[in-house]
Structures are given as C-alpha cells and as structure tokens.
C-alpha cells in the first residue's frame, strides 16, 4: 500500500517544495524534506526508504526506538520532532540526526551533559512559538533572541537552527507571519554571531509551499506522503 502511494506521492511532495522555492527565487536542493512516520507502521517506513526518502520524523521517543531496532543498518536519518521530556532526553543523544523541539533549559541541559559524556554534541534546533498559541510548545516570542542565544550556549549541543509551527488555519497572511517571523529572528541571532546555524525547520502538509517561499530549509511531511495514520481521528 505505502509503495505504491508514494510513487505519486512523493514526487507530486518534492514538485511543489521546487515550485515554490522557484517562486521565492530559491534553488529546490536548499530544502530537506523530512517524511514523518508517527504511528504508521514499519512498512511505511520502509517503503520511503525504497523510494529514496531517507530523512524520517517521530514524535515519540519510545516509538522511534522500536523503530530504529527494527530498522538497524537501514539509511536512515532520525529526526525527533515532537515534544521531548527532560528525563528522556539522553535517550535520543547519540544516534538521532537531529532534535527538533528544544524549548528550554532543562531539555538543552540534560541533552548537553548526555552529549559530552558520549563524547559527542547533540544536533539540535531550538524550537520558537512564533503564533503565540498558548498550546503550542518553543521559546516563547517575547524575548526570543535573547533566550534563543541563551539556549544555544549550552555546553554539549550544536545549535543547527530554528523550528516552529503555524496555526492549523488557511489564511495565508497568518502563516506568512509565522514563518517570516522566524526567518527573521534566525537573521537577527546569527548577526551576532556563529552560535546558531542557518537550519529554519517550518511547513508541514497543508502549509509547506507557504513555509518554503518564506525561507524554509526543511519541511516536515506526513499525511501528504503517508495518508491518515491508522486510527488518527482527524
């Protein structure tokens, strides 16, 4: 089912993440395309890595640790995407190409320790709530330059980037707003200086295009690719 589907699915993905960076003037390569694959199953996973998608999001510690046993030896590139829990931060340490969602000291400071005592720097984006929606998660925008720096001198960590999320809505305005708001604060902090790397982690199924003509360097795709997961309500 997922092999056949993403033959169409992923290039008619990758066609529109070109066609709006050609619109912004951009070249398509500048943009990663990150397929999440929370909660569909172990043949999905691998039927995007038969199709050349190697960059593969999850949302749950415990999930994509199944995951990545079962997939051992495989290309993949693990991006943890979701929400992450202070005391299960030195779990994905190590092993995960990127962390997404970095959104406070205590997170940045048990993902540092865990790092240096591997002998290594964890990858990191810090996450900002550019929409001021209370119920989304990052670094809230009042402030944001400041406590980003802050975050991004966390012993242990490589700061790649930034990452937010827009409101699930249709007005283009709204979403514009988010995302410039982020290219710009990613402009502002790297002026003074090389603690921050020029990742913008933004744009999703219903919004990339958007996310892309905005500045976007990484997208982050699943019901597009993947359809519904199994069981999801909505």
Not at 141 to 170: F, H, S
Request: hydrophobic fraction near 40%; aromatic fraction near 2%; charged fraction near 25%.
């Amino acid at each position: 089912m997922y092999s056949s589907r993403l033959k169409d699915t992923l290039p008619q993905t990758r066609d529109a993440i070109a066609e709006a960076a050609h619109r912004a003037g951009r070249d398509p390569s500048e943009v990663t395309l990150v397929g999440v694959t929370k909660g569909h199953p172990l043949e999905a996973l691998r039927a995007a890595l038969d199709a050349g998608l190697s960059d593969l999001g999850e949302n749950r510690v415990s999930e994509m640790e199944d995951k990545a046993r079962e997939l051992k030896g495989q290309p993949v590139r693990w991006h943890m995407i979701g929400h992450l829990q202070s005391r299960k931060a030195p779990r994905v340490v190590g092993w995960t190409h990127l962390i997404h969602s970095v959104d406070r000291p205590s997170v940045a400071g048990r993902l540092g320790r865990a790092a240096a005592e591997a002998g290594t720097a964890a990858r990191v984006l810090i996450q900002v709530n550019t929409s001021g929606e209370a119920e989304k998660g990052g670094v809230s925008w009042d402030g944001a330059a400041e406590e980003v720096l802050r975050l991004a001198e966390t012993d242990g960590l490589d700061v790649e980037g930034l990452m937010t999320m827009a409101p699930y809505v249709a007005e283009e305005a709204v979403l514009r707003t988010t995302f410039r708001r982020l290219r710009e604060l990613s402009e502002s902090v790297r002026r003074g200086g090389s603690l921050v790397g020029p990742v913008l982690s933004m744009g999703m199924t219903n919004d990339l295009e958007v996310a892309v003509e905005e500045g976007s360097t990484m997208v982050r795709v699943g019901t597009a690719l993947f359809g519904e997961r199994p069981g999801a309500r909505d």
